[in-house]
C-alpha cells in the first residue's frame, strides 16, 4: 500500500470552533446511551421466553435476532443520513421512543391472553419496530463526533464504550430478577429506560453546533467502495470480521435456549449468565484491553481472540454431551469467561487493525462498510444457529462457530503482517517476534 498524501487542513474551522465540547453535552450523551442500554440489555437474554415453547421452535427465537438486524440494517443508514439535515438530537429521541414503543408492545404481548399467532406477530412486530427505530447507538457516535475534536475524540467515544459496559452488565441482572415477576415486567420496564432516555435526549442534550455527514452517507454511494476493495489485506480483515461476528451472535442467539434445555433456567438464571458474560466483556474492554494492546500490539491479540472463543465453544459441546452432571456448572462458568475473553480481544483489535490498513481519506467509506458487514452477520448467524441448534445434543451452533472461529485463527496468522506506519520490531527483537 502506498503512502498516502497529506490531507488538506479541513478541520481547522472544527478544532477552533469545538475545542470544547458544549457544557456538559458528554457526560448528558453518556447517560442517555447507558439508560438506553440498561432497557436493551433488560430484553436480550429473554427474547426466547417470549416464543410459545422456545426448545421446539428454536428457530422462531433465532429470528428474533435476524429480523431486529435487518431491520437496523436498513433503519440506521436513513436515521444517520436524517439526522445530518434535521439534527442528532430530534433523531436521536425518535429511536428511544421508538425503542420504548417496540418494548411496550412486547409487554402487551405477554400480559394478555391473546391467540398464539397473535402473540407471535406481536412479539415479531415489537422487534422490527425495534430495530427500524434502532439508530440510537449511531447517531449517538455521530453526536460525540460532531462536539469532539480529534485531540478529545477518543476520549468521547471511550464514554460511549463504558456507557456499553453499564448496561450489558447491569441490564440482564435486572432482567433475570423482573422476569421472574411477570415475563411483561422486563419489557414494560425496558420502554421506561428507553422512554427516560428518549425525554433527557429531548430536554437536556445540547444539539451540536455542526453535523458532519456519518458513516450511513457512504451507503448512499457504492461507488465509494471501489478504492476499498482493492486493498487486500483490508478485505481480508473485514471478511474475518464478518464471519467472527457471525460466529459470536451463534451463541449469542441460542445461549438461553441451550441454558434452559441443560440445566432448566429460567428467566433468572438465563438474566445472571448473560450479566456474568456483561461484566467480563466490560472489565476487559473498559481498561484491560489497552495495556494489553500497549505491550503485545494488535495482531497477537487478534489472533488470540478467536482462539479462545474456539477454546470456549468447545467447552459449550461438552456440555451438550455431558448434560448438567459433576463438574457442568463449574464448565460452564469457565467457557463463558473465555468466550467473553476472547470477544473482547478481538473485536477491538480488529477494528484498529481496519483503520490502521485503510487510507485516511476512506476512514468513513471503510468503517461505514464494516459496520454494515457486522449488520448482515448478525442477519445471518442467527439463522444458521436456528437450523443447526437441535442436532449434536443442541451443540449444532456451538460447532458451526467453533469450525469457523478455529479456521479465522489460521487465516488471521496466514495474513500477519506489518501495518502501514508501525515501526519494525527492534532486533533484539527479531527471534522471538516474526512478522
Known amino acids: 500500500m502506498s503512502e498516502s498524501q497529506p490531507l488538506p487542513n479541513q478541520n481547522s474551522a472544527e478544532a477552533s470552533d469545538l475545542a470544547e465540547p458544549p457544557k456538559g453535552a458528554l457526560a448528558i450523551i453518556f447517560a442517555i446511551v447507558a439508560i438506553d442500554l440498561m432497557g436493551f440489555g433488560i430484553i436480550i437474554p429473554l427474547l426466547p421466553f417470549y416464543i410459545k415453547e422456545p426448545q421446539q421452535n428454536p428457530f422462531k427465537v433465532t429470528m428474533l435476532f435476524s429480523v431486529f438486524s435487518i431491520c437496523q440494517f436498513i433503519g440506521s443508514p436513513i436515521l444517520g443520513a436524517w439526522s445530518d439535515k434535521v439534527g442528532r438530537k430530534p433523531v436521536l429521541a425518535l429511536s428511544q421512543f421508538g425503542s420504548a414503543a417496540g418494548y411496550v408492545l412486547l409487554g402487551l404481548a405477554t400480559q394478555f391472553h391473546f391467540a398464539d399467532p397473535i402473540i407471535l406477530v406481536m412479539v415479531y412486530a415489537s422487534r422490527i419496530i425495534d430495530g427500524f427505530t434502532g439508530g440510537n447507538i449511531s447517531t449517538a457516535q455521530a453526536y460525540i463526533s460532531d462536539v469532539t475534536t480529534p485531540k478529545n475524540r477518543a476520549k468521547g467515544m471511550g464514554l460511549l464504550g463504558a456507557a456499553f459496559g453499564i448496561g450489558f452488565a447491569l441490564g440482564p441482572f435486572l432482567g433475570g430478577s423482573l422476569g421472574r415477576i411477570h415475563l411483561s415486567v422486563p419489557a414494560y420496564v425496558a420502554a421506561l429506560f428507553s422512554l427516560a432516555a428518549g425525554v433527557l435526549s429531548m430536554t437536556n442534550l445540547p444539539e451540536s453546533r455542526v453535523h458532519k455527514a456519518t458513516d450511513a452517507e457512504h451507503w448512499l454511494h457504492p461507488s465509494h467502495f471501489a478504492p476499498?476493495?482493492?486493498?487486500?489485506?483490508?478485505?481480508?480483515?473485514?471478511?474475518?470480521?464478518?464471519?467472527?461476528?457471525?460466529?459470536?451472535?451463534?451463541?449469542?442467539?441460542?445461549?438461553?435456549?441451550?441454558?434452559?434445555?441443560?440445566?432448566?433456567?429460567?428467566?433468572?438464571?438465563?438474566?445472571?449468565?448473560?450479566?456474568?458474560?456483561?461484566?467480563?466483556?466490560?472489565?476487559?474492554?473498559?481498561?484491560?484491553?489497552?495495556?494489553?494492546?500497549?505491550?503485545?500490539?494488535?495482531?497477537?491479540?487478534?489472533?488470540?481472540?478467536?482462539?479462545?472463543?474456539?477454546?470456549?465453544?468447545?467447552?459449550?459441546?461438552?456440555?451438550?454431551?455431558?448434560?448438567?452432571?459433576?463438574?457442568?456448572?463449574?464448565?460452564?462458568?469457565?467457557?463463558?469467561?473465555?468466550?467473553?475473553?476472547?470477544?473482547?480481544?478481538?473485536?477491538?483489535?480488529?477494528?484498529?487493525?481496519?483503520?490502521?490498513?485503510?487510507?485516511?481519506?476512506?476512514?468513513?467509506?471503510?468503517?461505514?462498510?464494516?459496520?454494515?458487514?457486522?449488520?448482515?452477520?448478525?442477519?445471518?448467524?442467527?439463522?444458521?444457529?436456528?437450523?443447526?441448534?437441535?442436532?449434536?445434543?443442541?451443540?449444532?451452533?456451538?460447532?458451526?462457530?467453533?469450525?469457523?472461529?478455529?479456521?479465522?485463527?489460521?487465516?488471521?496468522?496466514?495474513?500477519?503482517?506489518?501495518?502501514?506506519?508501525?515501526?519494525?520490531?527492534?532486533?533484539s527483537d527479531a527471534a522471538g517476534e516474526q512478522w
Open 228 to 427: 476499498v476493495l482493492k486493498n487486500g489485506v483490508l478485505v481480508n480483515l473485514l471478511l474475518i470480521s464478518f464471519c467472527l461476528m457471525s460466529a459470536f451472535v451463534m451463541m449469542e442467539s441460542t445461549i438461553s435456549l441451550f441454558l434452559n434445555k441443560i440445566f432448566g433456567w429460567q428467566q433468572l438464571g438465563v438474566g445472571l449468565y448473560f450479566g456474568y458474560i456483561g461484566l467480563i466483556i466490560a472489565v476487559i474492554q473498559g481498561g484491560l484491553i489497552g495495556r494489553l494492546v500497549k505491550k503485545h500490539g494488535d495482531w497477537p491479540l487478534a489472533i488470540a481472540g478467536p482462539m479462545l472463543v474456539f477454546a470456549g465453544m468447545v467447552g459449550y459441546i461438552w456440555l451438550g454431551y455431558r448434560g448438567a452432571a459433576a463438574g457442568a456448572l463449574p464448565m460452564l462458568m469457565v467457557a463463558g469467561a473465555i468466550n467473553s475473553a476472547g470477544r473482547s480481544f478481538q473485536m477491538p483489535t480488529l477494528s484498529s487493525l481496519i483503520s490502521k490498513f485503510s487510507d485516511p481519506r476512506q476512514q468513513g467509506v471503510v468503517f461505514g462498510l464494516s459496520t454494515g458487514l457486522s449488520s448482515l452477520a448478525r442477519v445471518a448467524g442467527p439463522v444458521v444457529a436456528g437450523l443447526v441448534y437441535p442436532y449434536m445434543s443442541n451443540t449444532g451452533q456451538f460447532v458451526a462457530a467453533a469450525i469457523i472461529t478455529l479456521l479465522m485463527t489460521l487465516w488471521l496468522t496466514a495474513l500477519r503482517q506489518p501495518a502501514p506506519g508501525d515501526a519494525p520490531p527492534a532486533a
